[in-house]
């Protein structure tokens, strides 16, 4: 019985890459835009959109990074292949963290093989998964998140959430509002003691 959960879970992956290949091929034009600054940051301009003018047009500077180190990797005729696959990956991730989590918060197999399976046959998962967009990214930071929270024993301050938190900020500018949110939970929920260690750290 004790390998029926990752047993679930693994069914729940496969389902996710099914309806991923059948839309692996779709594109958008907004990628190619981050992969420009990316490109530009590469060959040691900056990054910009075109060398010499100091103008920003990426929304995730994380995601432009993330760009540049597949540019350096794959080449500029792969990335969009490899920044699917990374999407593809990042949302696995998220799948297993919320299988993970539901399973500690309910202890209910049912439940949590539920969600994960909920999570995978998500369209909207699925397709922001393969736009080659920083969506995928910012959610398996904001699961990440979730799960330090959840895993954090009471009274003790978890050190990777202002991590995770920053990186958050740097994947979208809305993850400003939800890091401050979680921060303040956090610090919120330790013991005094812990707290002032936690800022001394």
């Given at each position: 019985?004790?390998?029926?959960?990752?047993?679930?879970?693994l069914?729940?992956?496969?389902?996710?890459?099914g309806?991923?290949?059948?839309?692996?091929c779709?594109?958008?034009d907004?990628?190619?835009?981050?992969?420009?600054?990316a490109?530009?940051?590469?060959?040691?301009?900056?990054?910009?959109?075109n060398?010499?003018e100091?103008?920003?047009?990426?929304?995730?500077p994380l995601?432009m990074l993330?760009?540049?180190?597949?540019?350096?990797?794959?080449?500029q005729?792969?990335v969009?292949?490899?920044?699917k696959?990374?999407?593809?990956?990042?949302?696995?991730?998220?799948?297993g963290?919320?299988?993970?989590?539901i399973?500690q918060?309910?202890?209910?197999?049912?439940f949590?093989?539920?969600?994960?399976?909920?999570?995978?046959s998500?369209?909207?998962m699925v397709l922001?998964?393969v736009?080659?967009?920083?969506?995928?990214?910012t959610g398996m930071?904001?699961?990440?998140a979730a799960?330090?929270?959840?895993?954090q024993?009471a009274g003790?301050y978890?050190?990777?959430?202002?991590?995770?938190?920053?990186?958050?900020?740097a994947?979208?500018?809305?993850g400003?509002?939800?890091a401050?949110v979680?921060?303040?939970?956090?610090?919120w929920?330790?013991?005094?003691?812990?707290?002032?260690k936690?800022?001394?750290?």
């Amino acid at each position: 019985m004790k390998k029926v959960g990752p047993v679930c879970l693994l069914a729940a992956f496969a389902v996710f890459l099914g309806v991923a290949f059948t839309v692996f091929c779709r594109n958008t034009d907004d990628p190619f835009i981050t992969y420009r600054y990316a490109k530009n940051l590469v060959r040691g301009y900056g990054p910009v959109f075109n060398a010499g003018e100091r103008v920003e047009g990426f929304t995730s500077p994380l995601h432009m990074l993330v760009s540049a180190l597949l540019l350096l990797v794959v080449g500029q005729s792969h990335v969009l292949f490899a920044a699917k696959l990374f999407g593809i990956g990042c949302s696995l991730v998220a799948i297993g963290l919320v299988y993970s989590m539901i399973s500690q918060l309910l202890r209910s197999r049912l439940f949590s093989v539920a969600a994960a399976l909920l999570l995978a046959s998500n369209p909207w998962m699925v397709l922001s998964s393969v736009n080659g967009l920083e969506t995928a990214m910012t959610g398996m930071l904001v699961a990440i998140a979730a799960r330090l929270q959840i895993s954090q024993k009471a009274g003790h301050y978890s050190r990777g959430l202002p991590v995770v938190a920053f990186l958050i900020c740097a994947a979208r500018p809305e993850g400003f509002l939800l890091a401050v949110v979680m921060l303040v939970y956090a610090v919120w929920w330790t013991e005094p003691i812990s707290r002032r260690k936690a800022f001394r750290a």
